[in-house]
């Protein structure tokens, strides 16, 4: 949505700023307003397909895993999109989507995590670096350790939903933070040169 956002005002994300067609590279180029709106259609793209598989494919009893595999695909689609040449986004915006959707408290509480790690850093990518790295961590507990989070879980009560959901988060914050390999060359040759 956001690289068509940009076409709609004649420049192409995959040229200008950091190259990547996500909303923090819209709002950097074109303004904060149309980046908050690149922002919540990311957040959308995670949600809607949750959303409409429950309702309307699937029933309410969605299993878990059939959940996640729709909110994990949307995230990949969202990082290698075949309309794009198999680039993408960073999936930070459609992840919280996915998680909002499934499990909101999950997701506040990454985002509450994430806006510690930006107050600290002031750097958008190294914050959801940040925060995806205590989502694998999030996820490894949720397997290993079920009960830990059942009360504030609303869609995965027992123990083999939360590893499955554990699995996936695992998976797709991994994602994130592999696919912000260049903000962390870049975060690690910052301070090197600040401590010389």
Same mark, same amino acid.
């Given at each position: 949505?956001?690289?068509?956002?940009?076409?709609?005002?004649?420049?192409?994300?995959?040229?200008?700023?950091?190259?990547?067609?996500?909303?923090?590279?819209?709002?950097?180029?074109?303004?904060?307003?149309?980046?908050?709106?690149?922002?919540?259609?990311?957040?959308?793209?995670?949600?809607?397909?949750?959303?409409?598989?429950?309702?309307?494919?699937?029933?309410?009893?969605?299993?878990?895993?059939?959940?996640?595999?729709?909110?994990?695909?949307?995230?990949? *689609?969202?990082?290698? @999109?075949?309309?794009? /040449?198999?680039?993408?986004?960073?999936?930070? &915006?459609?992840? =919280? $989507? #996915?998680? !909002?959707?499934?499990?909101?408290?999950?997701?506040?509480?990454?985002?509450?995590?994430? *806006?510690?790690?930006? @107050?600290?850093?002031? /750097?958008?990518?190294?914050?959801?670096?940040? &925060?995806?790295? =205590? $989502? #694998?961590? !999030?996820?490894?507990?949720?397997?290993?350790?079920?009960?830990?989070?059942?009360?504030?879980?609303?869609?995965?009560?027992?123990?083999?939903?939360?590893?499955?959901?554990?699995?996936?988060?695992?998976?797709?914050?991994?994602?994130?933070?592999?696919?912000?390999?260049?903000?962390?060359?870049?975060?690690?040759?910052?301070?090197?040169?600040?401590?010389?």
């Amino acid at each position: 949505f956001t690289y068509l956002l940009a076409r709609s005002k004649g420049v192409n994300l995959l040229e200008v700023g950091s190259g990547n067609p996500g909303a923090t590279n819209l709002s950097r180029n074109l303004g904060k307003k149309i980046g908050f709106v690149g922002l919540v259609l990311d957040v959308a793209k995670g949600v809607i397909p949750l959303l409409v598989t429950r309702q309307y494919l699937m029933g309410a009893e969605l299993p878990v895993m059939g959940a996640m595999l729709v909110g994990a695909s949307a995230v990949v *689609g969202h990082c290698f @999109s075949p309309f794009l /040449s198999w680039k993408g986004g960073k999936g930070v &915006a459609t992840t =919280v $989507g #996915v998680i !909002l959707a499934f499990e909101p408290w999950l997701a506040l509480l990454l985002l509450a995590i994430w *806006g510690v790690g930006l @107050s600290l850093i002031r /750097s958008v990518g190294i914050a959801s670096v940040f &925060a995806a790295i =205590v $989502g #694998v961590g !999030l996820g490894l507990t949720l397997y290993l350790e079920p009960s830990v989070f059942q009360p504030i879980l609303i869609n995965s009560g027992e123990p083999e939903q939360q590893r499955i959901l554990g699995l996936i988060l695992i998976f797709i914050c991994s994602l994130i933070v592999l696919r912000h390999r260049s903000n962390i060359r870049e975060f690690r040759e910052s301070r090197k040169g600040a401590l010389q």
